[in-house]
């Protein structure tokens, strides 16, 4: 465009048409127009451009944006040459800056972006906890952050920076810049441990420098404290060697697979429940052939779809739902109770345990539960289990039924206290039930056992006990005793008619034996007037009837008074002191004929401690005199009777032995019974009264008398008496 001194201007019909006239303006005001042109202000700002290159030469630069145009004009004008021949005009030259424009905008905005990320990546850095910083392609210190110069104990970055501190110490080969320039060297990321003091503590940092593209070239740093990462890494891996050691004590089975899923540790008990190798495991086998393993050696529940089962497994790996617990039943009977921990490295634990024996047990135990119960309600006793603060735990249909208790109200497990109040009704005397309460209570806090009888109104008797349980509770039992209270009320009057009739047995024994006498004293006393010739010189064999009434009557006599005696009850003692050695050889001499007639041999051993005691002369003789008939009465022709007696100072004692054929235990039980057949008979002594009456005479005096005998090996009885 073309302006003349006078105003008028000369365009392009191009130019008309990028500023979307639609005829060519004669003067510069006609640029500008409603909806078409330039602006007013932009035709103003090129006015007062325009004007001021005609009168002062100066050149301009401006941009415009036509109205109703996306377009941006450049514009640039200047005073024409007077060598134009148009003196005074300038010429303005239009550029569609459109795109150029365009694009300087986007620039801008992606250096604004820069700018805003480069306040905040230096803001990032500036406040970053661990030291870093910049290094120049020279890899001399060019920025610092504010964790650095805190670390290095410097003023501020500028201070740091212009004396060059170092962060690290050293030079050569293990120095700061060594890492730094291998980074700028190879261009590629370098990292190095190096030790370095910080706030007067001696830290291990790791270094990390990382070379920059060029532009700006130079290497980036920065630096993190290991010291804690260290020490947290050395006691992960004491934790993780003494967790492994606490594994191999267990006795379930534990196997760890790591993230890429291979086998990374398993103890003892796991290679031996599942029958595997060491050196096969040393392997580190992926997790499909373990299972693999364990099926080879049936070690796995029997499925129908094994892969199946195997990927479900494998999904362990990935669970987020904690701990997978289940239960594996092997052939054999063999049951495992398995427990999947995903790790959170991405590994996995598995845990093992043979639940075998409890299962096992839990199934003896179910057993003996059921039996225990079948065993309870079929009892004869009622039980009833308390607890330690008295409510009743168990019980069987016998305790129910004796008290007549609703099932429904035992069910809410009653106090003891309650239970007897419901029932005291059916006993005969409702006070007693306190007892029970009483019993029950002693059982279980006191842990002693007692024991009680009651008598229900219906008649019924029981028998009750309270037990003290070794778990603290107490055992209440109920005895139905009425039939044998029964038995036992006639049994008690059986044996009252019983001793009725022995005491009228004993009577008329008692008082035939004193009628007898009387009769006997008179043949014995006519007898001996015939034998001494009363009524006349008697033949010879007259003389023999008599002597043999005589010895019959001797006989008699004795017997009689052997049953007198027994008869008697209790003996009554003439108490003297009573030499025991001169009663002893009486008592011998008197036995001594009878000995002689069957050639025994007859030991009499009297000791000096045989001594005396306070006694009946007559029974104490009497008592010796029938031990040693039985003795004689027990032996054969030419057998050995001994008759011994010694003392201390408090008692002395009488033995009587024999050789002869011995007693036999049921023989030896009646030995003392004074209605028992005799073990021997002779026919001087009725000798089935005597060994009775030797045991009335000797506990007459406090003594005590001892038999024993075995068959073919004789008798020993055996006398002791207080002195």
Known sequence: MIVRPDGRIDLSDRLVDWLGLSSPPRFLADMAGPGAGLTGDDAGALGDAVTAAQKAGEPFAMAIRPQGSSRMLTVQGQRVPREAGVDGGVVVWFFDATETQARIGELLGQTAQLTDAFAALKGLIEAAPLPMWYRGPDLRLAMVNSAYVRAVEGQDARDVVTRGVELIEGAGAGGPLANAGRARDTDRPSIANAPATIGGARKMLRVHDVPLPTPPGGVAGFAIDIDELEQARSGIKRFAEAQRAMLDRLSAGVAQFAADRSLSFSNEPFMRMFAMRGEWLADRPEFDRVLERMREAKRLPEVRDFPGWKA??????????????ESWTLPGGVHLRVVGHPLPDGGLLLIFEDRTEQVQLASARDTLLRVRTATFDNLFEAIGVFAGDGRLQIWNDKFRTIWGFEEEFLATHPRIDSLVAEGSGLLAQPNRAGVIAELVRSAAVGRTQRAGRVAFADGRHFEFAGVPLPDGNALFTMLDISDSRRAEQALRDRNEALEAADRIKTAFVASMSYELRTPLTSIRGFAEMMGEGYAGKLPKQADDYVNAILESVARLSALVDDVLDLTEGEQKIDRADVDLETLAAAAAEAVAPAAKRKSIDFAIEVAPSTGTVNGDAKK???????????????????????LHTDGDAKGARIVVSDDGAGMDQAAVDRAFDRFAEPAFRDESRALGLGLPIARQVAEAHGGTIKLLSEPGSGTLITVELPR
């Open 312 to 325: 479900e497994r494998r999904d362990w790996f990935l669970a987020a739902t904690g701990a997978i617990e």
């Open 620 to 642: 104490l003789r009497e008592m010796i005199e029938h031990l040693l008939r039985h003795a004689v009465a027990g032996v054969g022709e030419r057998g050995r009777v001994l």
